[in-house]
């Protein structure tokens, strides 16, 4: 690239780039002379402005990062030489409950996390254009891919198509998102350059094209007026999308060439985009650990720029699936061969999840400047759609208590039907004789929920499981990052200060939980752990992250 940006904090931080300070910044480059047009694609390459782009652009979710930190990790993909910054919009954060939104406002144990409009405004103080990807659908390895799980009250509701009852939570939900995201927009002097509708259509298993027109539709008609894309990978060809209305990127995470040269096909004058290029990849819980070496990465990341094209690395920095948070993955059509992604969301990205600089991060800002495995021993959560069957010889004045957890909706494929608990697919039989007229309690585990527990007890190893343990940890001084290694535990949740920080379970990978600096205070620090099967008698800290690998 030939511009070398530069603002206060790079001199701070990079004293390498001092020669280039004479540079300006993005913003001085783009818009010095007032702004007239926002990005276009109605030629073989970008423009903004009427000056040519190329799009360098990194994604990083605000809702997978402590806020405090979000200056941090803006700055640092900054200084690799982005230009953008990309991020998802997760509808089931912002409207926790039918009608009740929470944009860093609402109240909910995710607040702190969801204000969007600072998130965008800080990356344009970061010297950063924005793309949003709003969804409603988002997949993102997060709970049932954004959709809030009280849409499912609705019988029968199909998301992602064009169901009249589905559309009018979009429009509401919609209509407040985008009333939020309009001044941002790039021809309003904010950094959105870019909007993309829905996500994947194109491997969607139903296709109702009707439902992207009405996206688009509602979008522009809430004063949306930046460039609209779709992204698909490059063999489903325009299956996903309205050619006329949309430009298409492309998604995948190898051979650049293949997928650019068949985007190509499809669009002849157009420009050239990877919205998802994969530097790395999530897990599942018992898989291994998933890497993508750094040459792979350096071949990769040089065939795009080299293509030339513009791209979007997803993720440039993961991230952390809190709480309950991470979705799943099921077989193609239906819920089978069900696997839960893990709380750490590290991606293997060039920042890792607590933010530190890896090896592919050093390559990315090189390169810019120049130009399931088989799943074996975890039986214990593929009960889905089966009954359950137990036997006892003494049936006298007995009560059964059974704890079923969702350990995640599924993001993507025939996902429609995303019920948990006890349902009519789940029976449950005691010698042959069916139980029914259960008393069920949601256990949500609220912050407030959490705070009000009493009646603790001292520790005893005998004590059974399912329950929750409670330990002290006591800061001196500046709380920093840790990392709490659960690998004596078997399997649970850890709540830090009433938090749900996120789930271990000792078939790993993931065998440590990042535990942000922020969420901890000088002082007192109260631990609750949520233990399902065997509690150890001490919880231990690590200063890295441990994976295992099997
Ligand atoms: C913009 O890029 C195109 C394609 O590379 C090139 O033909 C054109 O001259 C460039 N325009 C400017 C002003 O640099
Ligand atoms: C990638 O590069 C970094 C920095 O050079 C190095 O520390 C790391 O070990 C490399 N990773 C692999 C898998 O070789
Ligand atoms: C559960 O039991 C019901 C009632 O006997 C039966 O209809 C259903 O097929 C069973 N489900 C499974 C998955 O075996």
New binding site residues.
């Given amino acids: 690239m030939a511009l070398v940006h530069l603002s206060v904090w790079i001199q701070v931080l990079l004293t390498a780039l001092a020669a280039s300070a004479d540079l300006p910044t993005l913003y001085e480059y783009y818009t010095a002379d007032g702004i007239s047009s926002g990005l276009s694609a109605d030629q073989?390459?970008f423009i903004l402005n009427g000056?040519?782009i190329t799009i360098y652009s990194g994604t990083m979710h605000y809702f997978r990062i402590p806020p405090q930190y979000w200056r941090d990790r803006l700055r640092k993909l900054r200084a690799a030489g982005l230009n953008t910054v990309e991020t998802y919009v997760p509808w089931n954060l912002h409207e926790p409950e039918d009608g009740l939104f929470d944009f860093g406002d609402g109240g909910s144990d995710m607040q702190q996390f969801l204000d969007i409009q600072q998130y965008i405004k800080m990356a344009q103080e970061e010297d950063l254009f924005v793309i949003v990807r709003s969804g409603p659908y988002i997949c993102a390895e997060w709970e049932w891919g954004g959709f809030p799980s009280w849409l499912l009250r609705t019988d029968g509701i199909k998301v992602r198509t064009s169901d009249p009852t589905f559309m009018t939570y979009v429009r509401r939900y919609f209509d407040k998102l985008l009333s939020l995201l309009i001044e941002l927009q790039f021809t309003n002097g904010g950094p959105i350059i870019a909007m993309q509708v829905e996500n994947e259509y194109g491997y969607s298993p139903e296709i109702d094209l009707d439902y992207i027109q009405q996206l688009y539709d509602l979008i522009r008609g809430n004063g949306i007026v930046e460039l609209l894309v779709t992204s698909d990978g490059a063999r489903s060809g325009t299956t996903g999308t309205l050619p006329e209305l949309l430009l298409q990127t492309v998604n995948f995470g190898s051979d650049p060439a293949g997928s650019f040269d068949t985007l190509k096909e499809m669009q002849p004058d157009r420009p050239l985009m990877a919205m998802e290029y994969w530097p790395g990849w999530f897990d599942h819980w018992s898989e291994s650990h998933h890497t993508v070496s750094n040459d792979t990465f350096r071949e990769i990341y040089e065939g795009i720029l080299s293509y030339p094209a513009s791209v979007n690395m997803y993720m440039f920095h993961g991230g952390t699936n809190w709480g309950f948070w991470n979705g799943a993955s099921i077989g193609s059509g239906d819920n089978s061969q069900f696997q839960p992604v893990t709380s750490s969301y590290d991606y293997d990205a060039p920042l890792s999840e607590a933010g530190d600089y890896t090896g592919k991060y050093y390559i990315a800002k090189e390169l810019i400047k120049h130009s399931s495995d088989d799943l074996d021993g975890f039986g214990y959560w593929r009960q889905e759609n089966s009954n359950i069957t137990l036997t006892s010889e003494d049936l006298s004045d007995a009560t059964l208590d059974i704890v079923i957890e969702n350990w995640g909706r599924a993001n993507g494929g025939h996902f429609y039907a995303q019920y948990k608990g006890l349902t009519e697919d789940n029976e449950v039989y005691l010698n042959d004789q069916k139980l029914s007229s259960w008393t069920i309690y949601p256990l949500e585990f609220k912050k407030s929920w959490i705070a009000a527990l009493t009646g603790w007890k001292s520790f005893d190893d005998s004590q059974t499981a399912p329950a929750l343990y409670r330990g002290t940890l006591t800061v001196e001084g500046d709380p920093k990052d840790t990392f709490i290694d659960m690998q004596e535990w078997m399997k649970g949740v850890v709540f830090v200060n009433g938090f749900a920080l996120g789930k271990y379970a000792d078939i790993g990978p993931q065998q440590t939980l990042y535990l942000p600096g922020p969420f901890l205070q000088e002082g007192e620090n109260e631990i609750v752990i949520f233990e399902e099967f065997g509690a150890a008698a001490q919880i231990k800290f690590s200063q890295d992250h441990i994976f295992t690998t099997h």
Avoid: A, F, W
């Fill in positions: 073989p390459y000056k040519n």
